[in-house]
């Protein structure tokens, strides 16, 4: 299995532009979820999704938005990059959406908006 | 509101034992979870303690849990220099938070050989 993978890996934006963060697992997990993780702080939620087609908002989930159309995927789109926005994004995935199951870390996108 | 309170950075020599604290305030969490995460990494699941449980022994690795105090730590034993990264707190509930997971701000730790 490859786990849970994110592309790209990095990406320079000039402000105003839009992208889409990708987030693939092959674990055929329910649950998935995005945070992002500034310098000095922890991990904040943006957005998660307990299975296809369901989605719901984290801590932070303005200038973001998701889709999950099948289980392997839940991209991250965002639609105006702002300088607040850059930030290291991790997906995440776990069995279910009860917290006694690990949740398993993609290696991250490193994002900055210029 | 929920929070999590680590200190953010911790410098021991290796072979000493490391201890790393952790303070929270939702009296509801189901599960309080040490994470590790190495430079440019994800984070990686070390251990996990269930609410009732006030110790969790794993090889090099000891969870106490003190749920009066909500306070919650990790040491590691025989640190090593390959234990130096950033160690995250975090805790969730079942229900209705969905396996969402509250994080530390996350604890350096240096290990100096």
């Known amino acids: 299995n490859a786990g849970v993978t994110q592309t790209p890996k990095f990406q320079v934006l000039k402000t105003g532009q839009s992208m889409t963060l990708q987030c693939a697992q092959d674990?055929?997990?329910?649950?998935m979820s995005w945070y992002r993780q500034d310098p000095g702080m922890g991990l904040r939620l943006i957005h998660y999704s307990v299975g296809a087609g369901i989605t719901d908002q984290g801590e932070v989930p303005n200038g973001y938005n998701v889709s999950r159309s099948t289980t392997e995927d839940f991209p991250l789109r965002l639609l105006s990059a702002a300088p607040s926005q850059t930030s290291v994004y991790f997906c995440?995935?776990?069995?279910?959406?009860?917290?006694?199951?690990?949740?398993?870390f993609g290696p991250g996108t490193r994002l900055t908006v210029l | 509101g929920e929070d999590v309170e680590q200190s953010l950075f911790l410098s021991v020599r290796e072979g000493d034992s490391s201890v790393i604290n952790c303070t929270y305030t939702?009296?509801?969490?189901?599960?309080l979870y040490w994470y590790k995460q190495e430079p440019g990494a994800g984070l990686q699941l070390l251990t996990y303690i269930f609410s009732n449980m006030d110790m969790k022994q794993d090889q090099r690795l000891t969870v106490l849990l003190n749920k009066k105090d909500k306070h919650l730590s990790l040491r590691i034993a025989d640190t090593q220099t390959g234990d130096s990264a950033i160690y995250f707190c975090?805790?969730?509930?079942?229900?209705?938070?969905?396996?969402?997971?509250?994080f530390g701000k996350g604890t350096k730790l240096s290990v100096k050989p």
């Open positions: 975090a805790e969730g509930s079942n229900g209705g938070s969905q396996g969402n997971l509250i």
């Open positions: 674990m055929n997990h329910e649950y």
């Open positions: 939702d009296s509801s969490s189901t599960y």
């Open positions: 995440a995935s776990s069995d279910s959406g009860d917290s006694y199951n690990e949740q398993f």
